[in-house]
């Protein structure tokens, strides 16, 4: 073998260990993007984890204070009844807002991988999931504030209570936005196997249509549209939680597909 011969394969080696090395680099950074997802994507169960036990459990807000208990009634309500049961059940629902966000910009993510280089949908669906956090956030708030002295006046605490509940449910169009633009954008994928299969899609876009029940707590302080009823305030939390649970689950899964290297491109 001739020096020169030599060089040359010394040379094509040392370019192939190079490449390599690069190669084995951006696998190890795809690995972590995914695993950083992933993460985002399970703050999503993990905000509903506590507003299950948190809110709906502890709280007893799977069976509220009804919109017509009246005055006094109410004030027991939170005063003595479910006392530390809210501030407890409600200092957990706020920090599940904070598990909202990353899932919500995650969601945001996912999507705009399908639209593409100007994901106005995309985007607008991260910001009505971080929307819905604030307002969350703020209505925890305000039902530890009705819960936060036994001698404030029961009128003061049926107003905490009322504006708490109108701010959530009539919050229901950002949920509605939210869905609307996740399912627009789900539309768009045509691949063979969609991220989201269209049977969600579809239920996100009738979700999303069926919201308009919680505009009732607005003209109803009985009976299913009231701010404790059925339509009002039970169908539209089953919706968005299985929203939530659902979407999240498949976006799992479409992030095992790129990590095995089987999903192509939107």
Known sequence: MSERTRLHLVTQFQQ???????????TMQQ?????????????????????VIGWLGIAHFYAPARADLGLEATKVWYTETYHWQTIIGCTLFYIACGFLVPASIQFAIMLAKIEGRWPLWSI???VGGIFISVIIFLNACAW???????????????????????????????LAVEMIASAIVEMQDMRPV???????????????????????PAFFQSGPFAY???????LPMAVWGTYLLLTSWYMLKELDREASGLREPA
């Open 16 to 26: 192939l260990r190079r490449v390599i090395h690069r190669i084995e680099g951006m």
């Open 31 to 51: 690995q972590a993007s995914v695993t950083s997802q992933k993460i985002g994507l399970w703050c999503s169960w993990v905000f509903v984890a506590l507003t």
């Open 124 to 126: 607008t669906a991260g």
């Open 144 to 174: 530890i504030v009705a819960a936060y002295r036994p001698e404030t006046g029961a009128d003061v605490i049926q107003a905490w209570n009322d504006w708490a509940w109108m701010a959530f449910l009539l919050g229901w169009i950002y």
């Open 194 to 216: 969609p991220m989201i299969p269209r049977w969600l899609t579809w239920f996100t876009f009738a979700g999303a249509a069926s919201l308009l029940t919680a505009i009732g």
């Open 228 to 234: 404790h009823g059925l339509l009002g305030f039970y």
